[in-house]
């Protein structure tokens, strides 16, 4: 029969999943960075439009951090429980 110690290590592993499968949407939706850019095909970046992009940019990449340092706790606490459990 399953210990309670092996239920929080399927939560723990389907959360993992989940948060991984964001930080692949929120990746691919994140803006190109390419400054200077614009120069090669004649586009004008209005002060509007920087920092339109900068808070769109700056949330997405916050996001990304976020999902990132709690997929690395996650992990952690996975293996913690391994290694509780081979106590």
């Known amino acids: 029969m399953y210990s309670a110690l092996s239920y929080v290590r399927i939560v723990l592993i389907a959360l993992m999943v989940l948060i991984a499968l964001g930080l692949i949407?929120?990746?691919m939706f994140q803006p190109s960075s390419s400054s200077g850019m614009g120069a090669l095909t004649g586009q004008r970046d209005?002060?509007?439009s920087k920092d339109k992009s900068k808070s769109l940019e700056s949330v997405m990449k916050r996001i990304t951090v976020v999902l990132g340092i709690l997929e690395g706790v996650?992990?952690?606490?996975f293996f913690v429980t391994l290694?509780?459990?081979q106590w």
């Open 25 to 27: 949407i929120v990746i």
């Open 74 to 77: 996650l992990a952690i606490a």
């Open 83 to 85: 290694l509780y459990a």
């Open 46 to 48: 209005t002060f509007y």
